[in-house]
């Protein structure tokens, strides 16, 4: 990609707008994991600061709490992976537009 990107102001405008709404959806501090102790029929998802995030139940505990546990690391590789894309003019515009929407989905807060 050219210098055009950095020198344009566009990268320190994404850079800024990404900052902003980060700070808007703070999600708790990840790394997540699962307990290795459970409640009942639910799995429990603590983060780096040993918080209960989520409590998951049957029929794909364990599944599921392992991929909401990856979520925090997901959504840092998601956003990496989109800037390098568009860094780079990514051909596949498709796959730029699907890691937006599944980071859009993630930053939305709930009402």
């Known amino acids: 990609m050219s210098d055009d990107y950095y020198y344009s102001g566009q990268y320190a405008e994404e850079q800024a707008e990404a900052e902003a ?3 808007e959806f703070a999600h708790r501090p990840g790394p997540w994991h699962v307990s290795e102790h459970t409640e ?3 799995a429990l998802i603590y983060d780096a600061d040993g918080f209960e995030v989520a409590r998951v139940c049957y029929p794909n505990r364990n599944a599921d709490a392992k991929l909401i546990a990856a979520a925090p ?4 590789a998601a956003s990496a992976a989109l800037h390098y894309m568009r860094l780079h003019k990514y051909a596949d515009q498709a796959w730029a537009d699907d890691l937006e929407a599944a980071i859009a989905a993630a930053m939305t807060p709930n009402d």
């Not at 690391?73 to 840092?76: Q, R, S, T, V, W």
């Open 73 to 76: 690391g997901l959504l840092k």
């Open 21 to 23: 709404q980060a700070k």
């Open 40 to 42: 009942g029929s639910e």
